[in-house]
């Protein structure tokens, strides 16, 4: 079932963003449509680290005390982990809030990591790939229909995303 859930759920999810992302500069979408095989496992990557599914953060359990930022967390007390907050730090990524395709190198925490690694990532990869790259060489003048600022964000969602993206070719 988890498979499945990342599988297309949040996959669909970061598809529809990763549309957004490309569409809300021409400049981006031109150089994505002039060579969506080439451009597309970077893109992908963006996105992911971008939009990293579970906005709210994501429980985990302390197997043993340990104290982080001056805090102490005793063995067995949950704790929330935030990826895109991870995935935003300045410290790891120059100009963090911005969207860079090009950026290199990109080691988001999109997946989890170590033991929380998300099985379905190479899925998932692969999935977003061929429906970005399909849809910009069948589409390469697809724009926006409206303005970005309008389309509602369901971060309340688990998987997070956009309701819809209306686009014109």
């Known amino acids: 079932m988890g498979l499945l859930f990342a599988g297309h759920e949040t996959t669909s ?3 529809d963003l990763g549309v957004l992302f490309l569409l809300s500069d021409t400049g981006r979408r031109d150089r994505f449509a002039a060579d969506p095989d ?3 496992r970077a893109t992908v990557e963006e996105v992911l680290r971008m939009a990293a599914p579970g906005a709210l953060g994501l ?5 043993e005390d340990v104290t982080v930022g001056g805090a102490a967390i005793a063995r067995g007390e949950a704790v929330l982990v ?3 907050a991870a995935n935003r730090d300045g410290r790891a990524f120059e100009e963090p809030d911005t969207f860079d395709p090009s950026r290199s190198p990109n080691a988001h925490l999109a997946f989890g ?3 929380h690694y998300c099985i379905g990532n190479a899925l998932a990869r692969t999935e ?3 429906a970005l790259t399909a849809l910009f ?4 003048g697809l724009r926006l229909a409206v303005d970005a600022r309008s389309l509602r964000d ?13 686009v014109r070719w």
């Open 38 to 40: 080439g451009s597309a």
């Open 113 to 115: 990591h170590g033991g």
């Open 128 to 130: 977003m790939q061929i």
């Open 82 to 84: 935030s990826i895109n």
């Open 137 to 140: 060489r069948r589409f390469p």
């Open 154 to 166: 369901h971060s309340e969602r688990l998987a997070g995303g956009i309701g819809e993206v209306p």
């Open 59 to 63: 429980t985990r359990y302390a197997r």
């Open 13 to 15: 999810t970061r598809i």
